[in-house]
């Protein structure tokens, strides 16, 4: 009996330590919102939330709106343990990133369990961006600097050697980013599917993948790994839809066609004859400066 309580007792140190050495390393720190700046959150700031509203189910996660000391968050929770990998992936990737490039990702503030805390950006993700900039009477210039951000997220995932793997249809895609509050930048959001090609190829979960926005190796039958340009591919289609502002007038087909250069070598049939992210974003700043001398 002595013994077993003495492991016990071990074991409760040890856990304790590992806890406060989480803490210490992540979550020493501060973060700053409205209304001044806090520690990181954990459990025991979980008493003091108040559900809003859910946001979005998900198969991984569960998004809601929540209230935290008078200002509004969103806590993302587990689905089921079957997703418990992805779901820890996600938090050890904002982990990862947090201090170095908060410009490109979605800032953590906390976790307690299966739920982690981040910040709530009110015009959501991109799908709404298109109906904002319509709403702004965005030109082609400010529409642009979106593809250029879009880009720029990408190169930084490909950095890492990550590619982006929720992103087999175009809504999906734009899911996974956020609009900023100044409604001038966006961020990425979901960094639970971002398989590396630091040993290799990879492949884009267990279902067979189909639809043209997809990259041709990507598609069935095809049944080998690929890389991070499947990722290339997409950017015609996510930046098109970004310019577009869906009245199809001739003034956006012809500003369009600035970009077909750059956009045909992505949608090379062989991935190693696509661009890397770094010459597209060099493009998409050329035409950029073009626009506004």
């Known amino acids: 009996m002595a013994l077993k309580f003495f492991i016990f007792f071990c074991f409760v140190i040890v856990l304790f330590h590992v806890t406060f050495f989480i803490k210490s390393k992540y979550f020493s720190a501060q973060f700053c919102l409205t209304f001044g700046c806090y520690s990181y959150l954990d459990c025991n700031d979980v008493q003091f939330m108040n559900p809003i ?52 990702i979605i800032e953590l503030l906390g976790v307690c369990g299966n739920s982690i805390f981040t910040p709530y950006y009110l015009y959501g993700d991109m799908n709404n961006l298109r109906e904002i900039l319509n709403a702004q009477n965005s030109n082609f210039a400010n529409r642009l600097s979106y593809c250029i951000r879009y880009v720029e997220i990408l190169h930084f995932l490909h950095q890492n050697y990550m590619v982006m793997c929720d992103s087999n249809d175009l809504t999906k895609t734009l899911s996974q980013y956020l609009i900023t509050n100044d409604d001038r930048l966006i961020i990425i959001n979901d960094m639970d599917a971002l398989p590396q090609t630091i040993n290799g190829s990879i492949k884009c979960g267990h279902r067979p993948i189909f639809g043209e926005f997809s990259a041709p190796e990507q598609r069935y039958p095809n049944n080998e790994g690929y890389d991070h340009k499947t990722d290339i591919w997409k950017v015609p289609d996510v930046c098109h839809w970004i310019i577009n502002d869906g009245r199809n007038s001739k003034s956006i087909s ?38 506004n001398k």
């Open 53 to 104: 509203r859910i946001l979005a189910r998900g198969t991984v996660k569960n998004i809601w709106l929540i209230e935290w000391n008078h200002q509004p968050l969103v806590m993302s929770t587990l689905t089921i343990n079957d997703f418990k990998e992805d779901f820890q992936a996600n938090i050890e990737n904002l982990i990862k990133f947090r201090s170095e490039n908060y410009r490109f």
């Open 254 to 291: 012809f500003q369009l066609r600035l970009l077909d250069w750059i956009h045909q070598k992505c949608k090379s049939l062989k991935p190693d004859k696509r661009p890397e992210t770094i010459e597209i974003v060099k493009f998409y700043k050329l035409i950029f400066s073009m626009l």
